[in-house]
């Protein structure tokens, strides 16, 4: 599906100022001195905000996506926040689509973690679970439907219809790093490559010889985009440990993949139906 989005007609040199708004720089920083501040307090005082499958209690749905009991732990989550936040951030700006970040954003910290810890619920496990790391992977979502809005601002065909292309060849490599090499697992991959060798061409294509060029020799227009780019495909390896089961504590996986699929399938799915709706009422 091919929707246009609103495009910048004049050549700039440079790409777009970003000047930060104050409430911006707060909802940037609020969830992070959040994980800081709940790591730095007594394990006594935090552990009862963790979910546990048991005996879960109603504010442990939300509160435990914010707990930390180890250093690595949080200083992993907090690194990707670091880099996954400000970089959807920019990519927005830059698409003068500050709003609909501000909503998006505020959906995957408000909303998420109790879906989130819903779904995990749905799956009979003695397990305690906690950490930031299901809401890092929604950040990885939001990451690649941003960088498709800002690049459908620029020039050439490319728009968020070629967005799913990022989304399927992120996906490719997990069948092959967290199952054993069966015809499954095989299988499977080839299900994710085959629709991202099509968007990949069709992105290609969308974008003609010297809109290339433009963009290229733009500071800022392709690099911001192309680093987008690099965190979606490489999350997986970072997500998706070949053995998650190793150690004292297991990676969630199911997890994972469900915060990366809901971080870039709902708002994917929600600029996709402004779209639809403001060209509708442009042909009515």
Not at 48 to 66: C, D, G, I, K, R
Not at 246 to 271: C, M, R, S, W
Not at 272 to 281: D, F
Request: glycine share 6%; with cysteine; net charge neutral.
């Amino acid at each position: 599906m091919a929707i246009r989005g609103e495009r910048v007609d004049e050549d700039v040199a440079h790409a777009p100022q970003v000047p930060l708004d104050g409430r911006d720089a707060a909802l940037l920083l609020v969830p992070l001195l959040a994980l800081t501040a709940l790591y730095c307090l007594p394990d006594a005082l935090v552990r009862p905000l963790a979910l546990s499958h048991l005996n879960p209690e109603p504010w442990s749905f939300y509160t435990a996506h914010f707990v930390h009991f180890s250093r690595g732990h949080f200083l992993n989550d907090a690194a990707a926040y670091l880099l996954l936040a400000p970089t959807a951030y920019l990519l927005f700006t830059w698409a003068d689509d500050r709003a609909f970040f501000r909503r998006a954003f505020l959906t995957v910290l408000l909303a998420f973690p109790v879906a989130l810890s819903a779904v995990g619920l749905a799956l009979p496990r003695r397990v305690v679970t906690y950490g930031f790391s299901g809401l890092a992977m929604a950040l990885f979502g939001l990451v690649g439907v941003a960088a498709f809005r800002y690049l459908e601002t620029c020039p050439g065909d490319i728009d968020l219809g070629h967005a799913p292309g990022l989304f399927f060849a992120a996906t490719t490599a997990i069948p092959l790093l967290v199952l054993p090499h069966t015809p499954t697992a095989m299988a499977l991959t080839a299900a994710s490559a085959l629709p991202t060798a099509y968007y990949t061409r069709s992105t290609v294509r969308a974008l003609p010889r010297d809109a290339r060029q433009s963009i290229v020799h733009r500071p800022g227009a392709a690099e911001l985009p192309g680093f987008a780019a690099f965190l979606v495909l490489a999350s997986p390896f970072a997500a998706f440990p070949p053995n998650p089961f190793a150690g004292a504590v297991t990676v969630d996986i199911f997890l994972h993949f469900v915060g990366f699929a809901l971080g870039f399938l709902v708002p994917y799915t929600a600029l996709v139906t402004r779209k639809c709706a403001r060209l509708s009422r442009e042909s009515g």
